[in-house]
């Protein structure tokens, strides 16, 4: 009788949800269809202008709604081939750049993406009065000029080897012109590209859906959704409302390895995060301890305790998927040497407080392993203070311009390391702007000429492979001779996704190719 | 009547004007640089120097203040160092979402917690009555974060009942509205049966039922009518932290509104977006309670005599 009753009653529980899942499940399962592909990722992004986008969410979209010039032709960043263009020449001189242009693409919009526009979209990155947060990227560039409806030339005052990379980042998307003009400052909700897909709605916050554009694209719809909580992100894809999602927490991984459902994929970035050393004072002015610090950081048990093995030791002073990566070797994890050849500096000890700044939550766990680093620099007898920061108000910090101060062109001169972390994916930008002596983000003070010349011949050497011996005669001296910081992890891409989902793959920079994606 | 509510609305200049200069303040001293932000990590210098001029901030604060004013009276709430776009259009566009969240998690809280608060004081120290008091510690006590998690674990990753985050259909509302409510269906429960019991001691009360009505519709129609102006202000306070708490609950499932437009706002410094969001809460809360003020007097004409 007992019995009876609890069967009874479970079934009307059955029933009720039967219900209450027939009633709602449209909302739920809409999405299942294999000619949709739903994507989602922590955080929004506010304009989908190209020009002043500069949000990696973003970015992805801009990979399947936009062309550019060119485009790199794999994920890590071999090679640069067509998309506009279908060819190009250089002058005898190295100073004119001569594009030929792919015959009959047009936007989403009809209009013809042809030289007018190419001369549009990038004349106005390079506008002072418009404000890209990208512009110094293309100020190398002196002149567009339309040769004729499918030919532009590029001139530059100097030889510029960067031109070709610089023109596949996505900030040199080609945009129609007429939209541009159409839609005005509103052009950022109205974006008009000529990729394989075209933007059909976008409620700010709530998703973005694309729509096939052509009749090759693999997908009726792709849908964009921001879900800024991990654990929330993964809820989704458990449900099944959701097909890839991005930045899973390193804590919730075991969840997705024992859904059947489910599978994940772990892919390295371009992410290294690292404390940067002030160069200009004591003790990391002397290039001996500078080294020595190397030897006293445990990274493997950082990346395994910490990142719970979602991430890397690093070999190298850039990250696996950085133009000019090559091996060099991890520093090993000795204690008594660094405490060694510092005591050789130092013999009575450093007498000193060194002070430690970090974020808190920009990057992997930086807090943690900012403390971890302390405990051991404490460990080889340092004595440490430190301070972690909103990243807001550690930006403004850091980069606040201290002027008279010999070595540090601008900078902190209160914190003798911090922590800082960047996925730029090409050698120029990243290695430049922080490491040659006196530019603008060059914050630590460093200064070497060897690596100034290295990077300065660089950047005007045309033939790629001799282009590619200087990065990484420079990235030795940066990671072996003369280290201006301490390289801590790169960071891991921890991206989950429905069983049906194949061929998947992403930049090292955290962009998933999403047109290459198939679905059953 | 007609002056009291002019009254109460030019009071409302005042209000907003202070409001305005304090959120300027306060984002403006709190460290952080709105341009850097604005460009990202990666950008140079000299194009942080360039969106810095752009959005006037080089200017002296006093200057950036009265300029903002003078956009203010024309309309303007200036544009978004992000999207660049007029911060009034942003917040348009997102507050559909809010309110709607906002209303339901109410009419759930009032409609929810007044219906078991009433129930509880028909038999106080009973079962029921304990069940109520019991569910409403719980319901103010557990944390928003936990209780939107928890739920949505067991209804979209569990049973597959409910889409777990995002906006689109009703089935969309359903976990974030209890989710928001829940805490103030416990809150609304307890004054709910507290002035319930207050009032059902009365001595009306008791000529009703001597007089022979039925119980049930002494107490919804007689009863619950002079228990409504403690409700009803309590709307009125609880408005503001329902809004508080939307911020939270929009950023937990996803939900497309003013709350987490606001948040990504301070994150990154995007002051003229903070500050037009501010000013839109502090005007909608400041409206409520005028609604709040008008409504004691239909409820109990006697507020308007006096």
């Given amino acids: 009788m007992t019995r009876q009753t609890g069967t009874l009653s479970l079934d009307r529980r059955a029933l009720l949800g039967g219900a209450a899942g027939a009633l709602l499940a449209p909302g739920v399962r809409a999405q299942r269809a294999n000619d949709v592909l739903t994507f989602i990722e922590g955080s929004d992004f506010d304009t989908l202008d190209p020009a002043i986008s500069r949000t990696r969410s973003a970015e992805i979209l801009f990979y399947v709604m936009f062309n550019r010039l060119v485009r790199w032709t794999d994920t890590s960043l071999s090679a640069i081939g067509p998309d506009l263009a279908e060819s190009w020449t250089i002058s005898d001189d190295k100073l004119n750049w001569t594009f030929r242009l792919r ?20 004349d106005r990155l390079r506008d002072p009065a418009f404000g890209s947060p990208n512009r110094s990227l293309y100020t190398a560039i002196t002149a567009v000029t339309v040769v004729d409806p499918r030919t532009i030339r590029f001139t530059t005052e100097q030889p510029h080897a960067g031109l070709l990379e610089n023109l596949a980042e996505s900030s040199a998307s080609i945009s129609s012109p007429t939209a541009i003009r159409r839609h005005g400052r509103n052009y950022g909700r109205n974006p008009v590209g000529s990729g394989p897909y075209k933007l059909e709605e976008w409620a700010p916050g709530e998703r973005t859906v694309l729509a096939r554009a052509v009749p090759s694209a693999r997908f009726r719809q792709i849908i964009y959704r921001p879900v ?84 890397t030791v690093p070999d190298s002073f850039v990250a696996p998927g950085v ?17 060694r050849e510092i005591a050789a500096v130092f013999p009575g000890g450093f007498s000193e407080k060194i002070v430690m700044w970090t974020s808190s939550g920009r990057y992997l766990k930086d807090q943690q392993v900012a403390e971890a680093v302390q ?141 290459e994606v198939s679905k059953s | 009547m007609l002056d009291y509510i002019a009254y109460r609305v030019a009071v409302l200049v005042p209000t907003l004007l202070a409001v305005s200069l304090a959120v ?34 080089d200017q002296p604060l006093w200057r950036q203040y009265g300029i903002y004013l003078g956009n203010i009276v024309r309309g303007d709430l200036g544009e978004s160092f992000r999207t660049r776009r007029p911060v ?46 019991g569910l409403s510690a719980l319901g103010i006590s557990a944390p928003v974060f936990f209780l939107g998690l928890l739920l949505m674990l067991l209804f979209s990753a569990r049973l597959q009942w409910l889409p777990p985050s995002g906006r689109g259909t009703m089935a969309h509302l359903v976990l974030p509205t209890i989710t928001l409510g829940l805490p103030y269906v416990a809150t609304f429960a307890r004054v709910a049966r507290s002035t319930m019991l207050d009032v059902l001691s009365e001595d009306y009360i008791r000529t009703a039922r001597a007089k022979g009505l039925v119980w049930r519709s002494v107490v919804w129609r007689h009863a619950l009518i002079n228990a409504a102006v403690p409700l009803v202000t309590l709307l009125g306070v609880y408005f503001g932290r329902l809004l508080g708490g939307a911020v939270i609950v929009e950023t937990i499932f996803a939900w497309p509104g003013l ?39 239909v409820l109990d004409p006697r507020i308007a005599r006096g």
């Fill in chain 1, 375 to 515: 405990g051991y620099l404490n460990a080889i007898g340092l004595q440490t203070e430190f301070r972690a920061w909103e990243w807001a108000s550690y930006q403004q910090t850091l980069y606040r311009r201290t002027p008279n101060v010999p070595g540090t062109g601008y900078g902190t001169n209160a914190a003798h390391m911090w922590v800082l972390g960047t996925s730029i994916p090409t050698a120029d930008w990243r290695l430049s702007r922080r490491y040659q002596t006196g530019q603008s983000a060059n914050i630590l003070g460093y200064s070497d000429p060897r690596v100034d010349d290295l990077l300065n011949r660089a950047r005007v050497t045309l033939d790629p492979a001799a282009r590619l011996d200087l990065y990484h005669q420079a990235n030795r001296l940066l990671w072996q001779d003369n280290p201006p910081n301490i390289p801590l992890y790169n960071q891991s891409q921890i991206i989950a996704m429905q069983r049906g989902i194949s061929n998947f793959n992403a930049f090292a920079f955290e962009i998933p190719l999403l047109g």
């Fill in chain 1, 323 to 339: 133009q000019s990566y090559e091996s060099i070797g991890k520093h090993p994890y000795d204690p008594d040497r660094a405490k």
């Fill in chain 1, 228 to 311: 800024p909580e991990g654990e929330a992100r993964l809820i989704e894809l458990e449900a099944g409302t959701a097909d890839i999602a991005t930045g899973i927490p390193p804590e919730a991984t075991a969840r997705v390895r024992a859904n059947p459902r489910l599978k994940l994929e772990v892919i390295p970035s371009s992410f290294q995060v690292f404390f940067e050393l002030n160069c200009a004072r004591p003790p990391f002015n002397d290039v001996r301890v500078r080294r020595a610090i190397q030897f006293a950081i445990d990274r493997e048990a950082i990346v395994q305790r910490i990142l719970g093995g979602f991430g």
């Fill in chain 1, 103 to 122: 015959e009959g693409v047009r936007f989403h919009d009809g209009t013809t993406a042809d030289a007018e526009a190419v001369k549009f979209c990038i």
């Fill in chain 2, 259 to 297: 709350g987490r437009l606001m948040v990504d706002g301070i994150i990154q410094r995007d002051i003229n977006l903070v500050q037009g969001c501010i000013l839109f809460f502090a005007t909608a809360i400041v409206l409520v309670n005028l609604v709040v003020d008008l409504l004691y007097s």
């Fill in chain 2, 24 to 57: 300027f303040l306060v984002l403006h001293l709190v460290p952080g640089d709105p341009a850097r932000n604005a460009a990202g990590p990666d950008a140079a210098e000299e194009d942080i120097e360039l969106i810095r001029e752009q959005f006037g901030l």
């Fill in chain 2, 88 to 133: 009034l259009d942003e917040i348009v566009r997102r507050m559909p979402a809010t309110l709607e969240l906002a209303g339901f998690a109410m009419l759930f809280a009032v409609v929810v917690g007044v219906a078991l608060g009433v129930v509880a004081s028909m038999r106080p120290n009973s079962a029921i009555d304990s069940a109520v008091n």
